[in-house]
Structures are given as structure tokens and as C-alpha cells.
T-cell receptor
Framework: DAKTTQPNSMESNEEEPVHLPCNHSTISGTDYIHWYRQLPSQGPEYVIHGLTSNVNNRMASLAIAEDRKSSTLILHRATLRDAAVYYCILSGNTPLVFGKGTRLSVIA | GAGVSQSPSNKVTEKGKDVELRCDPISGHTALYWYRQSLGQGLEFLIYFQGNSAPDKSGLPSDRFSAERTGGSVSTLTIQRTQQEDSAVYLC????????????FGQGTRLTVV
């Protein structure tokens, strides 16, 4: 019972912005939107999370639709080190459950 | 330590044996997760501990799997009578604020059942 829908894969050129979409039409009012990524042969790492307002940190920006039924993770300048699987996860008072994510390839 | 520590990093065991995997979370983190990841697959949620609440065991695949968390800190995942399909990387994560905050992952234990 996946709560989020993401494209299986995306491709980006190095040093260009990347917009990774996530649909979550059944989101509840208390669900936070989390993004994690998993680099090859590593454990997942936190990227960003938010509830209603857009969020920015040193890694990325999170744009949340006004109805909260979708969100977009924005990498402002993709580098080769950003090649990873990106996971969009909803979590209220429930554990983080990972879906299949989006595999991002970055082309030099 | 500064991060989540898991041991052993690698474990090879014979089919039918029991194994114990250990996770040392970041000090003060009240939430602790266990996941497993088979080769080329996504992360499969196993169990979640949050403070003194009863653990969420909804992801444990069979009664051969169990986990405990002693004193709200160290956690042990036990797999009894291991099977070849149990071969995977077992990942532990901890969080200060449960599902509302950032979870930090260990490097995992690679379990191979032969």
C-alpha cells in the first residue's frame, strides 16, 4: 500500500537543476513529507523534510503543493555525487517506510 | 560514538543457525528502526522502537525474526534458524524525534546464509 508515487528513474546533466516529483494524494493532515537518498553501496541519508511550507537546506529544497498532494525535491546544481536513489516518504506517527524511489543518473 | 554503529559489518552463517545483529544508536535518540535490503532491492521495514512504547513489529517477515532494545539504547535483531532468503544487508537507524525528524543510518550488517 504505497502512499507515494515516484518515477522509477530520471536523468540529469551535471551542474543543471533537477526536479524530482512525488505524488501523495492520500496524505493526511499530520503526515510529514520526508526525502532520503541512498548512494551506491551506502545506507540511506536524510535529505530534507517538511509539513506544509517549502523548505530549504544546504543539500536541497522541498517544494510542497498548496493542497499537499504532491511535492518536488529540487537539487539546484546536480553533481556526479548526487547520483543515487531518492525516496519520498510520508510519515505521521508511523515509522518511515521506504518505497522504490527514483534512481537519478547524472551525466557529465 | 558520533553515528549509528552496527556490528558485525559482515556475517556468514550456515543455514539453520541463529544469528544476532547489534545496533548502537546515537546517544539520546529515542527512536530506532531496523530494515533489510536484499541485493538490488529497496529497503524493507522490519521493526520500530519509540521510547517506552510497544515496538511496531508489523514488518517482521516471520516468527523467526525478533528484536529487543535494552535500556532504551542498544538493540539486537535475532534471526533464528536462518534461511538462504534471509541473506541481505540489515540496516539500523535512529532518530531523536521519531518519524518527525531526521533518521541517521548505520552502515549495515551484510548477512550471508550459506
Amino acid at each position: 500500500d504505497a502512499k507515494t508515487t515516484q518515477p522509477n528513474s530520471m536523468e540529469s546533466n551535471e551542474e543543471e537543476p533537477v526536479h524530482l516529483p512525488c505524488n501523495h494524494s492520500t496524505i493526511s493532515g499530520t503526515d510529514y513529507i520526508h526525502w532520503y537518498r541512498q548512494l551506491p553501496s551506502q545506507g540511506p541519508e536524510y535529505v530534507i523534510h517538511g509539513l506544509t511550507s517549502n523548505v530549504n537546506n544546504r543539500m536541497a529544497s522541498l517544494a510542497i503543493a498548496e493542497d499537499r498532494k504532491s511535492s518536488t525535491l529540487i537539487l539546484h546544481r546536480a553533481t556526479l555525487r548526487d547520483a543515487a536513489v531518492y525516496y519520498c516518504i510520508l510519515s505521521g506517527n508511523t515509522p518511515l517506510v521506504f518505497g522504490k524511489g527514483t534512481r537519478l543518473s547524472v551525466i557529465a | 560514538g558520533a553515528g549509528v554503529s552496527q556490528s558485525p559489518s559482515n556475517k556468514v552463517t550456515e543455514k539453520g543457525k541463529d544469528v544476532e545483529l547489534r545496533c548502537d544508536p546515537i546517544s539520546g535518540h529515542t527512536a530506532l528502526y531496523w530494515y533489510r535490503q536484499s541485493l538490488g532491492q529497496g529497503l524493507e521495514f522490519l521493526i520500530y522502537f519509540q521510547g517506552n512504547s510497544a515496538p511496531d513489529k508489523s514488518g517482521l517477515p516471520s516468527d523467526r525474526f525478533s528484536a529487543e532494545r535494552t535500556g532504551g539504547s542498544v538493540s539486537t535483531l535475532t534471526i533464528q534458524r536462518t534461511q538462504q532468503e534471509d541473506s541481505a544487508v540489515y540496516l539500523c537507524a535512529s532518530s531523536l524525534a521519531g518519524p518527525y525528524g531526521e533518521a541517521f543510518f548505520g552502515q549495515g550488517t551484510r548477512l550471508t546464509v550459506v
